[in-house]
């Protein structure tokens, strides 16, 4: 009986693994077919997916849109780097290494003219081209700095490479070091706690941020080099949770790292945690903010893509398609879609807002709307923006309705102004019944309190101001707050003449408060898109 089952055991194990090698899937992995998850073979795409761009056998390397998002850079693993049509998929024009080596890393300037390349087989080197004109610019070896990351700065003059225990900052143009930022820490062997995995500047240029294979992030000064703060465990602790992903948010307001299976956010004003965010089965390899700030996108080791509401720091939304991990995520210009790319070789194209890929109606019946202004306003994110997405796809409905129900915010400049003052008066009650009157307002006086606290009249002012926005960030975003930020979203997502008039008016209202500080971010962002 025991040798029947022993080998009626062996056989059923045999046939198992038998079919997994069958069918080329690990039996490890975590990325498991599932009914969420179609196969892109015979030109089904994955549930979300608009298209399939690139079917490599190497891993991406680099993925980056165009300032204008017409076309997309990809780098996978061989010796050319290449850009695709966004609309279909077409080979626009590529770049070569030449015969040794494959290129391990690549990346181009904000304005979409120049391209980087890092080739980390055979001769290590970097090579730098003229994307317009596909002339090369210059190139230089790299074989004793073991580079792992590199990166332009905002206006495209300096490109940062990241190796050892150092950041080098040379000249775009010439290929000349111009700095060297390296860790206050003592050297250690390569593969040690301070070798540097990770960089990325701020929006404006003026801030560098590095992260190593202890799990610090260190920010530096760009102009001067100097170290300002470090972040994360301290040395020799032993808590090795290694920087995969450094990411600023388009304000510069937020830092966001990846950490093994989590994401660290700080705020770059105090540099205190904001939150950590979870709910992924492994490495987080990438991070990207979409350009109005409001999503943040990880891509991971499990081979999904998630996105999370910043407002919340909830997830919304979540994509699977790729049969590895994915290594890189980067929104279009117009936060439309996003492009990720990794293990696999695929680069799929996601529609953010399902209005590609889902079946949204044009019309909705009164109790509906009224069913999404709730959602709207309330804590669950992906209702929430369940909501965003059904009244963006039904614009004839949508704006008239959000001028209906939207009005100008009316706290007054001036009363906060007043209640700023009484913050440094000499009696204690009036400075007390001020700090509640400010709390009262709560993000209404956000945009004053961080204005005073840069440059505070009296230690007191500083220190109640400090505790107040630490407040506001620990608290739940109040209902009035996720409406600003979603009713706005809507707005822009549409960006047509009647939405852009009713952003007009919101705008208008009293300044500081959240409707009216959206509105006009949501404004400047239309302003500086290309017509559509």
Known sequence: MFGFRGCFFCFTWLALVLTVVARGEPATEPWKKDEDQAKSDGGKLPKGAVAQLRNSKGATRGLAFAPDGRWLMVADGSREVCLLDRSTGKLLKSFSVGERGSVGRAVISQDGRLLAAHVQAGRARLHVWEIESGRERWRRSTEELNVSDLCFSPDGRTLALAGNQMVRLWDAATGK??????????????????????????????????????????????ASGKSLRVLGPAPGTGTFFAVSSLRFSPDGALLAC?????????????WNEVCQLGDHSGVVFSLDFSP?????ATGCWDAQVRLWEVATWKKWKHFKGHSGRVYHTNFSPDGRNLASGGQDGKVYLWDIFGFATEDMPRYLPEEKL??????????????GYRAVCMLAAAPKQAVPFMKERLKAAAVGAAQIERLLADLNADNFAVRAKAAGALAKLGRSAQPALLRVLRNPPSEEVRRRAAELLARLEREPPPPEFLLAVRATAIL????????????????????????TEQARASLGRLTKQRPR
Not at 494 to 513: I, K, M, T, Y
């Open 177 to 222: 070091e111009s700095r060297l930022l390296a860790s206050q820490a003592k050297a250690t062997r390569l593969g040690g706690e301070e070798d540097v995995l990770e960089i990325a500047f701020s929006p404006d240029g003026k801030l560098l941020a590095s992260g190593s294979r202890g799990g610090r992030v260190q920010v530096w000064d760009v």
């Open 258 to 270: 990846g950490q093994n299976s989590r994401v660290v956010v700080w705020n770059t004003l105090f």
């Open 292 to 296: 109005d700030g409001r999503t943040l």
């Open 370 to 383: 009224e069913e999404l202004w709730r959602a709207l306003q309330g804590s669950d994110a992906a209702r």
């Open 492 to 515: 822009e997502i549409l960006g047509s003449p009647a939405a852009r008039e009713a952003l007009q008016v919101l705008a208008e209202g009293a300044p500081g408060a959240p409707l």
